[in-house]
């Protein structure tokens, strides 16, 4: 009985093991072209290993693993083309309706007056801030995930209006002076807060201060904001590039895919992975 079985069983085995190779080669190919784009082109090293499927065919008695390894080697092609696919040109970085655009010292909102049409509030958060509807989504994972991680926290301000924005810089201005001002606050017309895809989190520990970053909620969206499409725009002596000082605390939705590219270069602000001029100052 066990012996007239046994030939059944390793083909199945065979089996199997083929759907298991496929699988791992599919999920191969899908990850690295997901995730990892300066090295999408390892996808194409690992296709070839669904090609063992053949071995499905009755003569699987036989020889082991005949058909698995000539087949991989020749054909999957031996340079490393560093290309990426990333398209840094898909979406515009002056419409303000674009999830890229690039608000800076040097380029403003146009038009000034320009409010998003689909603000909403952030799901799960008690807190009367709004962003547009994409990125409120995504400030409602991004908070879901830092709070399951023990690193809470919650938005203080996210969209303003050029009205409102206008009346924060004359404050600072009066109180600290208009160079003290520029430092921290942006022109009304020149805030990211404008376009609806920014936010400034706390957690009432260094609120608004460097020493956020090493909080349990800046340590998190340092490591993980980009998993939900934000970027610290402001990162740490970079005030000659962004023109503002270090924010760990101003996030800004970008879209998982430039989220992410950016994290995998190796450069730190939109300005340089976009080949932007540096926005130290108003021109
Ligand atoms: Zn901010």
């Not at 899908?30 to 090609?51: C, D, F, I, N, Q």
């Not at 398209?87 to 146009?110: G, R």
């Not at 600290?176 to 430092?183: I, K, Y």
């Not at 499409?229 to 800004?252: A, D, N, S």
């Amino acid at each position: 009985m066990r012996v007239s079985h046994a030939p059944v069983y390793r083909r199945r085995r065979r089996v199997v093991l083929a759907v298991l190779v496929a699988i791992v080669g599919l999920g191969l190919g899908y990850g690295t072209g997901a995730l990892v784009w300066p090295r999408a082109e390892a996808e194409a090293a690992v296709t070839p290993a669904k090609s063992p499927t053949p071995t499905e065919t009755p003569e699987a008695s036989s020889t082991p693993t005949p058909s698995a390894t000539p087949a991989s080697s020749p054909s999957a092609s031996p340079t490393p083309s560093p290309s990426p696919t990333f398209d840094l040109t898909a979406y515009s970085l002056t419409d303000p309706d674009s999830p890229w655009v690039i608000v800076n010292k040097l380029n403003p909102i146009d038009p000034a007056e320009y409010a998003p049409e689909d603000l909403t509030r952030i799901a799960g958060m008690s807190s009367a801030a709004t962003m547009r509807a994409e990125a409120a989504a995504a400030m409602s994972a991004l908070h879901e995930a830092a709070v399951a991680a023990g690193a809470p926290f919650t938005v203080s301000t996210a969209y303003r209006d050029h009205a409102t924005q206008s009346s924060l810089y004359y404050g600072y201005v009066n109180r600290s002076g208009q160079a003290s001002a520029d430092r921290y606050s942006a022109r009304p017309g020149f805030s990211e807060h404008q376009t609806g895809l920014a936010a400034d989190i706390h957690n009432g520990v260094c609120d608004l201060k460097a020493c956020f970053g090493t909080t349990a909620a800046g340590r998190y969206v340092a490591e993980h904001a980009w998993e939900h499409g934000f970027v610290i725009r402001y990162p740490e002596g970079k005030q000659e590039v962004t023109g503002y000082i270090y924010e760990p605390w101003h996030l800004r939705y970008v879209g998982v895919e430039l989220a992410t590219a950016l994290h995998e270069s190796d450069v730190t602000t939109l300005e340089e992975l976009f080949g932007l001029p540096a926005a130290p100052d108003y021109s």
